[in-house]
T-cell receptor, first 117, second 111 residues
């Protein structure tokens, strides 16, 4: 009964070779987030979708893009991965605007660990 | 000043000990507060939300002090399985639903 699913769990890509990470959810949450987490650091928010509206963080490099074709799926595209992009990429969901008691708690998928060679 | 600050630890305690972590946050207007637990190379998992009146869940107690802008987590009767990194989380200044994570406090519980 996995609620937030990420594929693949491990991804190896070459320097400069585009890569796409995927996230799906069965929670029907309206907000989906992408975070980057490097070793011993806090998860860093890259961007999020509130319903269909895309919201980029000011310091997210242009190299990172995202798509959300429907409520359940969200993709992270890294156009030209550099060695510094090696990290764990975490997808999360929340439901702040849903129902009488929207929730700000975020639920994470297991992450995709990206290696750049 | 970081938006969310935590002592990185590690806190090394014996089984059965009581241990407390504090976290300070910079945005006095923050409304949402959480503690997450993260095991090595795994995703963060929600441990508990933190309410103004304080809340308890089994061996875990969370407190919020708005005047001093800090959040605490108390773990009683520590178990080996409590060994993990505990992340303090607060909503961002520009949003009620975007969260900012502390770098975490590492807890090691020894036999």
């Amino acid at each position: 009964d996995a609620m937030v699913i990420q594929n693949p769990r491990y991804q190896v890509t070459q320097f400069g070779k585009p890569v796409t990470l995927s996230c799906s959810q069965t929670l029907n949450h309206n907000v989906m987030y992408w975070y980057q987490q490097k070793s011993s650091q806090a998860p860093k928010l890259l961007f999020h979708y509130y319903d269909k509206d895309f919201n980029n963080e000011a310091d997210t490099p242009d190299n990172f893009q995202s798509r959300r074709p429907n409520t359940s799926f969200c993709f992270l595209d890294i156009r030209s991965p550099g060695l510094g992009d090696a990290a764990m990429y975490l997808c999360a969901t929340s439901s702040p605007g849903q129902g009488a008691r929207g929730s700000y708690e975020q639920y994470f998928g297991p992450g995709t660990r990206l290696t750049v060679t | 000043r970081k938006e969310v600050e935590q002592d990185p630890g590690p806190f090394n305690v014996p089984e059965g000990a009581t241990v407390a972590f504090n976290c300070t946050y910079s945005n006095s207007a923050s409304q949402s507060f959480f503690w997450y637990r993260q095991d090595c190379r795994k995703e963060p998992k929600l441990l508990m939300s933190v309410y103004s009146s304080g809340n308890e869940d089994g061996r875990f107690t969370a407190q919020l002090n708005r005047a001093s802008q800090y959040i605490s987590l108390l773990i009683r009767d520590s178990k080996l399985s409590d060994s993990a990194t505990y992340l303090c989380v607060v909503n961002m200044m520009d949003s009620s639903y975007k969260l900012i994570f502390g770098s975490g406090t590492r807890l090691l519980v020894r036999p």
